[in-house]
């Protein structure tokens, strides 16, 4: 990762948040010393000039209410990489799959919502 200038990742929500098996990737990334430190002034990250993307995709729609407090994905997900000091970070979410009458357009809609500039 620290060799790299772009970080995508990708996953479902699976009970309002990321699967465990990416929360115990994280653990290992989020070392001491290696990808942040502690400074006087508390911790500083030490992966910078990076973009991060995360795509995830949820059978319901987080990102609108009244379901946005049940999100903890993307806040999570953006809290840890800004404490490593990733802080370019895009979001594109496939919502809906689950929900009769999205789930037909979840994909296309979450395509075309991609900004590319």
């Given at each position: ?46 992966v910078q000039n990076k973009k991060a993307y995360i795509a995830l995709a949820s059978g319901g ?15 999570y997900l953006k809290a840890v990489l800004a404490f490593i000091g990733l802080t370019d970070v ?28």
């Open positions: 990762m620290l060799a790299a200038d772009i970080l995508v990742i990708c996953t479902p929500v699976w009970n309002f948040n990321i699967p465990s098996a990416l929360k115990a990737w994280l653990d290992h990334i989020i070392r001491s010393g290696i990808t942040f430190r502690y400074g006087t002034d508390g911790p500083v990250g030490l729609v987080l990102s609108e209410e009244p379901y946005t407090a049940f999100d903890f994905a993307v806040p895009s979001v594109v979410r496939v919502e809906g799959t689950a929900i009769p009458g999205l789930q037909e357009t979840a994909l296309e809609n979450a395509i075309s919502s991609i900004y590319i500039g």
